[in-house]
Nanobody, 118 residues
Framework: QVQLVESGGGLVQPGGSLRLSCTAS????????LGWYRQAPGKERELVAI???????TYAEFVKGRFTIYRDNAKNTVNLQMNSLKPEDTAVYYC????????????WGQGTQVTVSS
């Protein structure tokens, strides 16, 4: 079983920056999509950004131009650089890996809290 461990969350003032990292316990072979999702209190979990095995990125409208997703294959990590943070970005952020080739499985991290407040 693959474990995903997130780090880098915390408290930051509006306009500040944070970088989230997600490390897999081992390499995940095959075609896959790596992503970050978030869930604010009382709300559904929502997509923030994804990156494919081919390096194609997709962002939610509310983070375009502010967040950047990138990966380091050698270190089995996927990162989320978050700039110009707003109070509405406050949420628990989750790392996700979806394997598109067999066995077509999916993994989630435990989540890391991001709080944007003055």
């Amino acid at each position: 079983q693959v474990q995903l461990v997130e780090s880098g969350g915390g408290l930051v003032q509006p306009g500040g920056s944070l970088r989230l990292s997600c490390t897999a316990s081992r390499s995940i072979f095959g075609v896959k999509i790596l992503g970050w999702y978030r869930q604010a209190p009382g709300k559904e979990r929502e997509l923030v950004a994804i990156i494919s095995s081919g390096g194609i990125t997709t962002y939610a409208e509310f983070v375009k131009g502010r967040f950047t997703i990138y990966r380091d294959n050698a270190k089995n990590t996927v990162n989320l650089q978050m700039n110009s943070l707003k109070p509405e970005d406050t949420a628990v952020y989750y790392c996700n890996v979806k394997r598109l080739t067999l066995p077509r499985d999916e993994f989630w991290g435990q989540g890391t809290q991001v709080t944007v407040s003055s």
